[in-house]
């Protein structure tokens, strides 16, 4: 592969890893007021209720009684999600689960608002950019990428030690000896 396009994929999987986790974690951070109050510029929800209405907006046909619920699994999910694509631990596995739960969030937002509002939320875009990082090969600058060296050094460090026979082991008080190895020592004493 070209070099520049390593080096862009390389660059590319880092960033759609980590505006994806950011982006989780900064809904988040919305719905429980961290961005400010309902009204000020750029907040979509300052609090939780109205994160909650919100939820039993886009799931209209589901009974009332599951939106609290539902609410804090899309609340839990996008917390988990988030916080494990910015470290980058089980990537592919988070990136998949991450596709499946944009791709629902983008499919309620059709149903419910139309689809120029996951359109212009960007909902469809993250879900494909969730579902290419899945399918990435490598995942620099993240924890899988530093089990993996580690995995590396370890089997690499078992390959450079020497393998040693003891032609004495025994097993059990019984010595092991092998006819291969009998006979070739009867010839060499010949």
Known sequence: MNTRLTG????SSVFLRLALGISFLSAVA?????WGLYGEPN???????RFVAYTAKLNWFLPAATIPALAILA???EILFGL???LGWKTRG???????LLTTFALTMTMALGVKAPLDS?????AGGALLLATSANFPFSLDELVLRNKRAESQLVADQPITIDSTSNWGGRELSSPVRSSALNQDCS
């Open 94 to 100: 988070i990136a998949l689960f991450s596709g499946v």
């Open 43 to 49: 907040v979509a929800w300052g609090n939780y209720a």
């Open 30 to 34: 919305d719905r429980f007021g961290l």
């Open 84 to 86: 494990l694509l910015v």
């Open 75 to 77: 609340t839990a999910a």
């Open 122 to 126: 960007s909902v469809f875009s993250a």
């Open 8 to 11: 862009l994929a390389t660059v």
